[in-house]
Protein backbone atom coordinates (compact mmCIF):
# COMPACT_ATOMS: atom_id res chain seq x y z
CA UNK A 1 0.00 0.00 0.00
CA UNK A 2 1.44 3.28 -0.76
CA UNK A 3 0.52 6.57 0.50
CA UNK A 4 -1.69 8.98 -1.34
CA UNK A 5 0.10 11.78 -2.84
CA UNK A 6 -1.14 15.18 -2.90
CA UNK A 7 0.01 17.90 -4.68
CA UNK A 8 -0.55 19.97 -1.44
CA UNK A 9 1.87 17.66 -0.08
CA UNK A 10 4.70 19.76 -1.62
CA UNK A 11 2.86 23.12 -1.35
CA UNK A 12 2.15 23.04 -5.55
CA UNK A 13 -1.20 24.34 -7.30
CA UNK A 14 -1.81 22.48 -10.42
CA UNK A 15 -3.33 23.84 -13.63
CA UNK A 16 -5.70 22.47 -15.79
CA UNK A 17 -3.94 21.73 -19.00
CA UNK A 18 -5.46 21.06 -22.44
CA UNK A 19 -5.55 17.00 -23.49
CA UNK A 20 -4.35 16.71 -26.77
CA UNK A 21 -6.20 14.66 -28.99
CA UNK A 22 -5.31 11.14 -31.56
CA UNK A 23 -3.57 10.95 -33.73
CA UNK A 24 -1.28 14.13 -32.30
CA UNK A 25 2.38 12.97 -32.71
CA UNK A 26 3.33 13.00 -28.74
CA UNK A 27 0.67 10.14 -27.77
CA UNK A 28 2.67 7.58 -30.61
CA UNK A 29 5.98 8.51 -29.11
CA UNK A 30 7.42 6.97 -26.06
CA UNK A 31 7.93 9.21 -23.35
CA UNK A 32 11.88 10.15 -21.63
CA UNK A 33 12.43 8.92 -17.96
CA UNK A 34 11.85 12.22 -15.76
CA UNK A 35 14.13 13.18 -12.56
CA UNK A 36 11.18 13.33 -9.63
CA UNK A 37 12.70 16.01 -8.15
CA UNK A 38 12.89 18.24 -11.06
CA UNK A 39 10.60 21.20 -10.21
CA UNK A 40 8.90 21.22 -13.90
CA UNK A 41 8.13 17.41 -12.64
CA UNK A 42 6.49 18.43 -9.53
CA UNK A 43 4.56 21.27 -10.85
CA UNK A 44 3.59 18.55 -14.16
CA UNK A 45 2.36 16.05 -11.46
CA UNK A 46 0.16 18.56 -9.74
CA UNK A 47 -0.98 19.73 -13.18
CA UNK A 48 -1.90 16.53 -13.80
CA UNK A 49 -3.64 15.50 -10.77
CA UNK A 50 -5.86 18.74 -11.54
CA UNK A 51 -6.88 18.23 -15.06
CA UNK A 52 -7.53 14.86 -13.94
CA UNK A 53 -9.72 15.96 -10.98
CA UNK A 54 -12.39 18.23 -14.01
CA UNK A 55 -12.36 15.53 -16.72
CA UNK A 56 -15.83 13.94 -16.24
CA UNK A 57 -15.26 10.09 -15.74
CA UNK A 58 -11.68 10.08 -15.81
CA UNK A 59 -9.43 8.13 -13.68
CA UNK A 60 -5.96 8.64 -15.19
CA UNK A 61 -4.19 10.99 -17.06
CA UNK A 62 -0.22 10.36 -18.57
CA UNK A 63 2.11 13.19 -18.99
CA UNK A 64 1.45 12.13 -23.00
CA UNK A 65 -1.67 13.88 -22.91
CA UNK A 66 -0.77 16.93 -21.72
CA UNK A 67 1.69 17.31 -24.85
CA UNK A 68 4.40 16.07 -22.75
CA UNK A 69 6.71 12.93 -23.52
CA UNK A 70 7.32 11.97 -19.99
CA UNK A 71 7.20 8.71 -18.25
CA UNK A 72 4.62 10.09 -15.64
CA UNK A 73 0.82 9.93 -14.89
CA UNK A 74 -1.45 10.07 -12.35
CA UNK A 75 -4.17 7.84 -11.12
CA UNK A 76 -7.29 7.93 -8.65
CA UNK A 77 -9.78 5.20 -9.46
CA UNK A 78 -11.67 5.71 -6.08
CA UNK A 79 -15.49 6.73 -7.55
CA UNK A 80 -15.41 4.01 -9.90
CA UNK A 81 -17.70 1.63 -10.13
CA UNK A 82 -15.71 -1.63 -10.74
CA UNK A 83 -12.92 -0.27 -8.21
CA UNK A 84 -12.24 -3.44 -6.02
CA UNK A 85 -8.73 -2.36 -4.61
CA UNK A 86 -8.13 1.62 -4.67
CA UNK A 87 -4.79 3.38 -3.87
CA UNK A 88 -6.64 6.64 -3.88
CA UNK A 89 -4.78 9.33 -5.89
CA UNK A 90 -1.14 9.29 -6.50
CA UNK A 91 1.32 10.02 -9.42
CA UNK A 92 3.87 7.92 -10.40
CA UNK A 93 7.19 8.19 -11.98
CA UNK A 94 9.22 6.13 -14.46
CA UNK A 95 6.27 3.09 -13.38
CA UNK A 96 7.11 -0.26 -14.73
CA UNK A 97 5.15 -3.44 -14.35
CA UNK A 98 6.96 -5.98 -12.36
CA UNK A 99 4.16 -8.97 -12.53
CA UNK A 100 1.11 -9.26 -14.78
CA UNK A 101 -1.30 -12.05 -14.63
CA UNK A 102 -4.91 -13.22 -15.30
CA UNK A 103 -5.99 -11.48 -18.50
CA UNK A 104 -9.09 -10.44 -18.98
CA UNK A 105 -10.88 -8.33 -21.83
CA UNK A 106 -13.16 -5.27 -21.07
CA UNK A 107 -14.29 -2.12 -22.87
CA UNK A 108 -11.70 1.09 -22.50
CA UNK A 109 -12.07 4.52 -23.30
CA UNK A 110 -9.31 7.62 -23.55
CA UNK A 111 -9.92 11.36 -23.36
CA UNK A 112 -7.50 11.56 -25.85
CA UNK A 113 -9.63 9.16 -28.07
CA UNK A 114 -13.01 11.07 -27.12
CA UNK A 115 -15.30 9.31 -30.57
CA UNK A 116 -14.53 5.40 -29.41
CA UNK A 117 -14.02 2.89 -26.56
CA UNK A 118 -12.67 -0.33 -27.32
CA UNK A 119 -12.23 -4.28 -26.01
CA UNK A 120 -8.80 -4.69 -24.82
CA UNK A 121 -7.54 -7.56 -22.74
CA UNK A 122 -4.92 -6.48 -19.98
CA UNK A 123 -4.01 -8.41 -16.96
CA UNK A 124 -6.67 -8.27 -14.14
CA UNK A 125 -3.61 -8.22 -11.39
CA UNK A 126 -0.40 -6.22 -11.76
CA UNK A 127 2.47 -5.17 -9.23
CA UNK A 128 4.14 -2.02 -10.60
CA UNK A 129 6.91 -0.64 -9.42
CA UNK A 130 7.51 3.94 -9.42
CA UNK A 131 8.84 6.90 -7.47
CA UNK A 132 6.50 9.51 -6.44
CA UNK A 133 6.95 12.93 -7.62
CA UNK A 134 9.17 14.85 -5.01
CA UNK A 135 10.89 11.91 -3.54
CA UNK A 136 14.10 9.59 -4.38
CA UNK A 137 11.82 6.36 -2.72
CA UNK A 138 10.43 3.77 -4.83
CA UNK A 139 7.42 2.45 -4.42
CA UNK A 140 5.64 -0.59 -5.64
CA UNK A 141 2.24 -1.00 -6.37
CA UNK A 142 0.22 -4.38 -5.67
CA UNK A 143 -3.54 -4.48 -7.04
CA UNK A 144 -5.83 -5.91 -9.33
CA UNK A 145 -9.38 -5.65 -11.33
CA UNK A 146 -9.81 -2.13 -12.89
CA UNK A 147 -7.04 0.06 -10.70
CA UNK A 148 -5.08 -2.73 -12.33
CA UNK A 149 -6.62 -2.07 -15.88
CA UNK A 150 -5.90 2.06 -15.58
CA UNK A 151 -2.80 1.71 -14.33
CA UNK A 152 -1.65 -0.25 -17.75
CA UNK A 153 -3.83 2.06 -19.79
CA UNK A 154 -1.66 5.17 -18.47
CA UNK A 155 1.94 3.40 -18.56
CA UNK A 156 1.26 2.38 -22.24
CA UNK A 157 0.14 6.04 -22.67
CA UNK A 158 4.09 6.63 -21.57
CA UNK A 159 5.12 3.85 -23.55
CA UNK A 160 3.72 5.62 -26.83
CA UNK A 161 0.46 3.34 -26.96
CA UNK A 162 -3.38 3.99 -27.21
CA UNK A 163 -5.93 1.27 -26.06
CA UNK A 164 -6.49 1.38 -30.09
CA UNK A 165 -3.29 -0.20 -30.57
CA UNK A 166 -3.97 -2.95 -27.53
CA UNK A 167 -7.89 -3.91 -29.74
CA UNK A 168 -8.15 -7.12 -31.49
CA UNK A 169 -9.34 -5.09 -34.13
CA UNK A 170 -11.97 -3.25 -36.60
CA UNK A 171 -15.04 -5.18 -34.90
CA UNK A 172 -13.18 -4.29 -30.87
CA UNK A 173 -14.38 -0.71 -31.84
CA UNK A 174 -17.35 1.13 -30.68
CA UNK A 175 -18.68 4.61 -31.03
CA UNK A 176 -18.69 6.15 -27.68
CA UNK A 177 -22.19 6.17 -25.89
CA UNK A 178 -23.18 9.77 -24.66
CA UNK A 179 -25.27 10.39 -21.99
CA UNK A 180 -26.17 13.64 -21.75
Known amino acids: MISSWSPKLLDVEGQVLDVVRAPHPVLAAEGASVDPLDPFVIQLAADLVATMRVSPGCVGLAAPQVGVAAQMFSLD ?27 EKAREG ?13 ATRLTVR ?3 PGTTDPVTITTDAFEARALQ ?15 AGAHAVYPRKNYQ
Open 77 to 103: VSDHPKTRTCHGVFVLCNAVVLEASRN
Open 110 to 122: CMSVPDFTGDVKR
Open 130 to 132: GVL
Open 153 to 167: HEIDHCNGKLFLDRV
